[in-house]
């Protein structure tokens, strides 16, 4: 008797194909932003600085200043399997194993001069930074700055929690607005860029139509079959990360609906229909050096509709028409974070999506070098499968530290999952 | 009907062959380095022991860490998870908690109390605390066979700390207790009351309740059993064959599988 040709560890066979034709267009926008990156890099009167994620990269190009991003370059790094090399060269400067993974890889693509197009990283006018998401950004950050002698701008945003009262909260934006006007000024001390009014509402006019488009793709991953996983949307991030004010951006996010739209018309989707046997969310960052296991995993027909970190990139913004509605949105912006929400409120977001993405499972990652997306995992995973008994699979690895992936690990936990989603369709589990 | 169960561990494999859901032969040996082999040669052991052909096996499932490498042999693969459910049942039809501690990897299943169904697991992480072979490391540090380590240990009257749950981080911390003049007794028992520790953590984190079986090779070992009873504060079942429960269960599920025709 022999095995069924489908049962066979199917974790390591699939063609790593983007669903999408326009998201293959990806590479263009990248390719754009890299060439950009390098004249900059050349040119002594152009500026530029490094930001992290949870900042409104607008008011850099609103400042005519070039974004650099070390958490999108290690992404690169990652996903271009040079990563675990760059991490290693921190640890021998003395950085810790437990220490954040970007920032080690940041680490070692500064130091070692790697090529843009593997991840490296050019020495920035200045860099800016904020604790809102991450302790690790200010820390980092702060050693980069001294580490390359350049001027460095916090941001210090307050966390808004369950019970943080309204007045507070106006009282939190205000600060942050004030914080806002004190960048424009450190900007103009430190490279003699000013603010650019009318480019900037330009900037934020893009960015607010960015934000609709992908809104937009994200309604349309709720049709079963779901016609965009996590294997296209962890690529299709980059426009909002980088470039969410440019007209390329919007471009290839229309690009991109329209083909969703067909492809939902049609009743077509990343699977078959007949095919998608479960639908997922999955929280936490990629594994970036096997993004190839978000593909693997069509092949026991489960595909992942829906991913807090990928959606957090395209919160609403609103549209404005004058620069002190603009800096208002953006110190909304900068409050509004997911990873701000305490347990009670992410459990109350995880519950809304399982209901309108249809989910059959969620699939959480405890990302070792995060630890905002990490805490409270398991008081997630609890709620989740009691009050709504659907199964949970929590798993420990890292978003570029490619040792903390055991690969035969991981099969089990995922066959092992796949075969408690396959009984739970029939019947809610009740735990 | 015959069916058969081969779990391929990361240290042994394991061959059970039933005859209509009853156990008629159990056969194990060391995994060594070559999954196909070992699997292929105890499938053919278990056979001619039993004068019986391949064409008498109406099914035949792999489970365990080489689950994937005798698909020449096998009709299907089971996950671990599923198997070790299953070969529970068998011997104890209403667990609930499955403990299972193996060479290389430990795990813990949560079972439905109404459905008997699996809905939860945890397994270690890349690390040999909590598992078989963290036990072995430190028998060799102790220059005493493994399987008088469980003994040795239940004749402790003050059993040591270990503060590392890195295995290469204990077993210097066994050598340094060893140099000081510690018995080798309360270093066992110190031993084996950290495997419970790691162990109990994951138990906790998916709360299991009793009934709870524990199997896998470790399972044999008496002394684990009573840490792991002091650490949860209840009361474990160990079957009667508790390295084979992954096996039986993959011959059983195999043997469902045929009857609503499936291979």
């Not at chain 1, 997911?338 to 249809?358: C, E, G, M, Q, T």
């Not at chain 2, 003049?181 to 953590?201: F, L, M, Y």
Request: hydrophobic share 40%.
């Amino acid at each position: 008797m022999k095995m069924n040709s489908t049962t066979s560890s199917k974790l390591s066979t699939r063609k790593l194909v983007k669903t999408l034709k326009s998201s293959q267009k990806i590479s263009e926008l990248i390719k754009w932003y890299m060439l950009k990156a390098k004249i900059n890099e050349y040119l002594p009167w152009k500026k530029s600085a490094w930001i992290t994620s949870s900042l409104p990269v607008e008011l850099l190009w609103g400042l005519n200043i070039f974004p650099l991003h070390p958490e999108n370059n290690a992404c690169i790094s990652g996903a271009r399997k040079v990563s675990l090399d760059l991490i290693e060269h921190a640890e021998s400067l003395g950085y810790s194993r437990d220490v954040c993974s970007y920032m080690k890889t940041n680490v070692g693509a500064y130091d070692k001069k790697i090529s843009i197009r593997i991840g490296g990283i050019a020495k920035p006018d200045f860099v800016v930074t904020a604790g809102s998401i991450c302790d690790t950004h200010v820390k980092w950050f702060q050693i980069q700055a001294r580490r390359m002698d350049v001027p460095i701008f916090v941001f210090d945003v307050p966390h808004i929690v369950s019970g943080t009262s309204k007045s507070t909260k106006i009282r939190y934006k205000e600060y942050l607005i004030e914080q806002i006007y004190d960048f424009f000024d450190f900007v103009e001390a430190t490279t003699g860029k000013k603010l650019n009014e009318k480019y900037v509402l330009k900037i934020w006019e893009n960015s607010a139509r960015l934000s609709d488009l992908w809104q937009q793709i994200y309604e349309h991953r709720k049709n079963i079959p779901s016609p965009v996983g996590y294997a296209d949307t962890l690529g299709d991030i980059f426009p909002l990360v980088l470039l969410p004010g440019l007209k390329k951006s919007i471009k290839y996010f229309e690009d991109l609906l329209k083909e969703v739209e067909e492809y939902v018309a049609l009743g077509k989707g990343a699977l078959l229909k007949e095919e998608e046997k479960f639908r997922l969310m999955f929280e936490g960052i990629p594994m970036w050096y096997r993004i190839k296991f978000f593909h693997q995993l069509m092949n026991y027909g489960a595909i992942v509709t829906y991913e807090p970190y990928t959606f957090s990139f395209g919160a609403s913004r609103p549209h404005v028409d004058n620069l002190e509605d603009g800096v208002n949105a953006m110190a909304e912006s900068m409050l509004q974070q997911p990873y701000f929400y305490n347990l009670s409120d992410r459990i109350a977001y995880f519950k809304d999506v399982i209901k309108k993405y249809h989910i059959d499972g969620v699939l959480l990652h405890e990302n070792m070098s995060c630890r905002p997306s990490c805490t409270g995992m398991y008081d997630l995973k609890q709620k989740i499968q009691q009050d709504l008994g659907i199964p949970v699979l929590l798993f420990t690895c890292d978003m570029t530290d490619p040792r903390a992936y055991g690969k035969e690990q991981m099969q089990t936990r995922i066959e092992s999952f796949m075969e408690i989603l396959e009984q739970s369709k029939s019947k809610r589990l009740d735990y | 009907m015959h069916t058969v169960g081969i779990d391929i561990g990361s240290l042994a494999t394991k061959i059970v062959l039933m005859k209509d859901g009853k156990i008629k032969a159990l056969l194990q040996n060391r995994s060594l380095h070559n999954f196909t082999a070992i699997g292929t040669q105890l499938f053919n052991q278990i056979l001619k022991d039993n004068n019986l052909t391949s064409d008498d096996i109406g099914n035949i499932y792999s489970t365990g860490y080489g689950r994937h490498s005798i698909s020449k042999l096998t009709s299907n693969i089971i996950t671990e998870i599923s198997a070790h459910a299953r070969g529970a049942q068998y011997f104890y039809p209403k667990v609930q908690g499955i403990i299972d501690i193996g060479g290389q990897d430990s795990k813990v299943i949560k079972l439905n109390p109404k459905s008997f169904m699996v809905i939860d697991f945890q397994m270690n992480d890349k690390c040999a605390a909590g598992t078989g072979r963290f036990l072995e490391v430190m028998a060799d540090a102790l220059d005493i066979p493994i399987e008088n380590l469980g003994n040795l240990a239940l004749q402790s009257k003050s059993p040591i700390q270990i503060s590392s749950t890195c295995t290469v981080f204990a077993e210097s911390e066994v050598i340094g207790h060893f140099a000081q003049g510690t018995v080798k007794q309360d270093i066992a028992a110190g031993i084996h009351n950290s495997i419970a520790k790691r162990v109990a953590s994951m138990v906790k984190r998916i709360q299991i309740v009793e009934p709870i079986v524990f199997c896998g090779g470790v399972a044999l070992n008496p002394a684990v059993k009573i840490a792991l009873e002091n650490e949860l504060k209840l009361k474990l079942l160990v079957p009667k064959y508790p390295q084979y429960i992954g096996a039986i269960g993959a011959a059983l599920i195999a043997k469902e599988r045929l009857k609503n025709g499936r291979v």
